[in-house]
């Protein structure tokens, strides 16, 4: 019998696929349409302490590989999304839920995380430490200093399953700085990749770019992403205590991405761009494509290849 089940945070999960933050995840009624697909689990847009209507659009657009995003972190506040995984963990008793959270500093991610603390929330937390949106907010995760003092900040006062959100990284020595850091704090996961930031796609017969804020610079996702994802979660499965678990996102359209994602360490995988292409239907088509690569190689589990990327 063929499993795509998968533990990550210390909960048992029946696939090892669920969408990305920000796909399918803005309000109760995506939350529930990804409740009801094949997914294991989803993600909820990362939460803010007040809500926010983001950038003006279009903000989001599909090219030939992949999109471009500058959506600007509209979300409906951290407490909408509290208050829906609260009443979502009584409706179904033993599913864990993931919830994203972002400050725009410091004491905001601490706020967030009271929060949290003094809630019903019994699921793991996302801190996202990479949004390439806001104007004038560089991304946290380029800024390692910061991501230290953060992540001390943090694991003083919160001691559930919490995992970072992490830009991709284009440098060995990036990898070896920052999994130096992250290596120090009791993480559940890290998630690599967030989208590339700051891409620019054009319409060279309009001669204008395709999404309307920052002068249509925007984070990139979908094929383009593949190898960049595979490197970080690769890179990272190398460095990392191997307490520190992996989720992988980046460029999964079929389920041959999820197993090199896999091969590569991770533990569960992401989907972003193609959800929002194809929709929650999408977990079905995946699932079925993992298994297929599965049978035909002999594995019975995601355990039987997880991590084992050969070398040349
Ligand atoms: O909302 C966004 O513009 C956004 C966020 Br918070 C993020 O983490 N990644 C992204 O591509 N877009």
Do not use: W
Request: hydrophobic share 35%; net charge negative.
């Amino acid at each position: 019998m063929i499993s795509t089940a998968t533990t990550l945070a210390g909960s048992n999960f029946d696939n090892c696929m669920m969408n990305a933050s920000g796909v399918y995840c803005m309000d109760s009624d995506e939350l529930l349409a990804v409740e009801n697909s094949k997914a294991a689990t989803f993600v909820t847009k990362s939460g803010t302490l007040q809500p926010r209507k983001g950038n003006p659009e279009p903000r989001y657009f599909e090219t030939e590989f992949g999109s471009i995003n500058s959506m600007g972190l509209p979300n409906n506040g951290v407490d909408y999304y509290l208050d829906f995984v609260s009443q979502d963990q009584i409706n179904h008793p033993g599913k864990t839920y993931f919830l994203s959270i972002t400050g725009f500093n410091l004491a905001e991610d601490l706020e967030l995380l009271q929060k949290v603390t003094d809630s019903d929330f019994a699921g793991v937390v996302e801190l996202n430490l990479s949004c390439p949106n806001v104007p004038g907010k560089p991304q946290t995760g380029y800024d390692f200093e910061t991501v230290d003092a953060i992540l001390k900040a943090v694991f003083d006062v919160y001691h559930k399953p919490l995992g970072v959100k992490l830009p991709p990284y284009f440098d060995i020595i990036h990898f070896d700085q920052m999994a130096e850091i992250l290596n120090k704090y009791p993480l559940s996961y890290v998630n690599s990749i967030n989208s590339i930031g700051n891409g620019l796609y054009i319409n060279d017969d309009t001669e204008t770019v395709v999404i309307k804020p920052k002068q249509g610079f925007g984070g990139i996702g979908g094929e383009y992403v593949k190898p960049t994802a595979l490197a970080n979660v690769h890179a990272f499965y190398q460095r990392l205590n191997k307490d520190i678990q992996i989720i992988g996102t980046g460029g999964i359209q079929t389920g041959k991405d999820i197993f090199e994602h896999i091969l590569c360490g991770a533990s569960m995988v992401q989907v972003g761009t193609a959800l929002m292409v194809e929709g929650p239907v999408i977990f079905e088509r995946l699932t079925a494509e993992l298994e297929a690569i599965m049978a035909e190689k002999g594995y019975d589990n995601i355990e039987d290849f997880r991590g084992k990327l050969n070398y040349l």
